[in-house]
């Protein structure tokens, strides 16, 4: 199938200006002369200790030097198994990533990231026969700092049996304000071409343009806020060319419009709680011209324990309404008919959690941590019914991370 | 066109307000619990990216999320 949506860059996005300075006051801690010692730190734990120190000295960093203000991404390797389990899906696979810079101006990373899927969902099991089928996607990028603008390229590629997506991205992020405020812009532009099994003659593209804006204000010495808007063109083949729609009763290939126009804005708050935590909320409205309405909220909190372990916990919740063209099944054909069940009525709930241990640590030089990340999530429909029962369908999803971090 | 000139004015916006010389009221120093990676709304990447990417092909709405996803594989 199967995707009528793209894979874009996968690389890092801009981070707000804190933090990036992270890196900058991880680079300083091994020039950092013993005597340099904030008046508070002493009330810290170690860990702030370390980071009070730091954090000194990257004050004085950016306030004699600006230039430093906004810093490259920092060098890490990853390797990570990845498995979402639900509805009749089960989509697992290895992915890598690896970031390097290159004498702190320029920073370069390729990723890849396979995706292997069997599909027995609902769709498939009542219209079609379950299937297997690998997803491979490759990308590149490199970041580039000058001045107080950090400068990112991606390029990506993704290919499955059936679907082609080729990706570029360019964003910028600047500071303003003595760092206060980061604002970002970016543009992403995506090529795909639809196939369609045993069908060697089916071929249809499908463009996509994504615009970004986003700004990250410093509200207090423990608080930051952001505020992230997106919007996304699509142009050309929207829909899936297996994929059916009812109308009384009876299959008839599903038809989407070939245009969407969708529009989102992200509130995020985020806060430093004692001496060692954080948490977070997010507010997500979306639109578009479908007539979907959406809302995500999210609240989570993380914690670090002991010297070695970071521990993260939220709870998600989104909703939405179905596309003016979806109904479950038509009481007359239409020109636009889909029975595709993320255009419908529904909402889904996760809860999250995520542990990361440092198996190895040099601070400063670098660091070796295992992360286990896990999410329970249950999705309920409001007007899509398994008809195998003929009664409104849910299901519940298992996803999960395992992955090895090296900075370095 | 709408989009490109609200983009355009930000841009605009920004850079004149940028030379104002704003004193900021949380200071270099001061920041130190900000820098902390705990303070990120993205710290693994490649987690994210996975994470986005099964909210993406289930859920209608999309971007917005500082994360760049996307996505087959699979209704």
Redesign the interface.
């Known amino acids: 199938m199967r995707c009528v949506r793209r894979w874009a860059g996968v690389l890092p996005r801009l981070l707000p200006v804190a933090l990036r300075r992270d890196r900058v006051a991880a680079k300083s801690h091994t020039e950092l002369p013993e005597t340099t010692q904030l008046p508070a730190a002493d009330c810290l734990g170690p860990l702030y200790r370390g980071a009070a120190r730091v954090g000194g000295l990257l004050g004085g960093v950016l306030a004699t030097a600006n230039a430093e203000a906004v810093d490259l991404p920092g060098d890490r390797a990853d390797a990570m198994y990845h498995s979402f389990i639900g509805g009749g899906v089960v989509a697992n696979g290895p992915a890598i990533l690896v970031r390097k810079s290159l004498e702190d101006v320029v920073s370069l990373s390729a990723f890849n990231y396979v995706d292997m899927v069997s599909n027995a969902s609902i769709d498939v099991v009542t219209t079609a026969s379950p299937y297997k089928e690998t997803r491979v996607e490759t990308g590149v990028g490199l970041d580039y700092v000058y001045r107080d603008a950090l400068i990112s390229l991606t390029a990506s590629t993704s290919r499955e049996p059936d679907y082609i997506a080729d990706s570029a991205s360019i964003d910028v992020a600047q500071d303003f304000f003595g760092g206060m405020t980061t604002v970002s812009l970016g543009y992403s532009k995506g090529w795909d071409t639809v196939e369609k099994h045993n069908d060697p003659s089916f071929s249809q593209p499908a463009n996509h343009w994504q615009y970004r804006l986003g700004a990250t204000q410093i509200l207090t010495p423990r608080w930051l806020v952001s505020l992230n808007t997106e919007a996304i063109a699509d142009e050309g083949y929207l829909q899936s060319p297996y994929r059916v729609a009812r109308v009384f009763g009876a299959a008839v290939p599903e038809v989407d419009p070939g245009t969407r126009t969708s529009r989102a804005a992200t509130l995020r708050i985020t806060g430093s709680v004692g001496a060692q935590g954080a948490v977070h909320a997010q507010y997500r409205y979306f639109w578009d011209t479908w007539d979907i309405r959406a809302g995500t909220e999210e609240v989570g909190y993380s914690q670090y324990v002991a010297k070695r372990w970071l521990l993260d916990g939220f709870v998600r919740h989104y909703s939405q309404s179905h596309a003016i063209f979806y109904s479950d099944d038509f009481a007359t054909e239409e020109t636009y008919m889909s029975r595709n069940r993320q255009l419908s009525t529904f909402n889904d709930l996760g809860l999250g959690a995520k542990g990361s241990y440092s198996i190895v640590r040099e601070p400063g030089r670098y660091e070796i941590k295992f992360t286990a990340a896990y999410e329970w999530m249950r999705f309920h429909y409001d007007d899509f019914t398994d008809i195998r029962t003929g009664k409104l369908y849910s299901f519940d999803a298992n996803v999960v991370e395992l992955f090895l971090t090296a900075t370095f | 066109m709408k ?1 490109h000139r ?2 355009s004015l ?2 605009l916006s ?1 850079l004149l ?2 030379g104002c010389g ?21 710290r ?4 994210d ?3 986005e ?23």
């Open positions: 989009l609200i983009i930000s841009l920004a307000l940028g704003i004193e900021p009221w949380v200071k270099p120093y001061e920041r130190e619990r900000l820098a902390d990676p705990i303070m990120q709304s993205s693994d990447a490649l987690a990216k996975h994470h990417h099964v909210y993406d092909v289930r859920e209608g709405a999309r971007g917005a999320t500082g994360i760049q996803g996307g996505g087959c594989g699979c209704n």
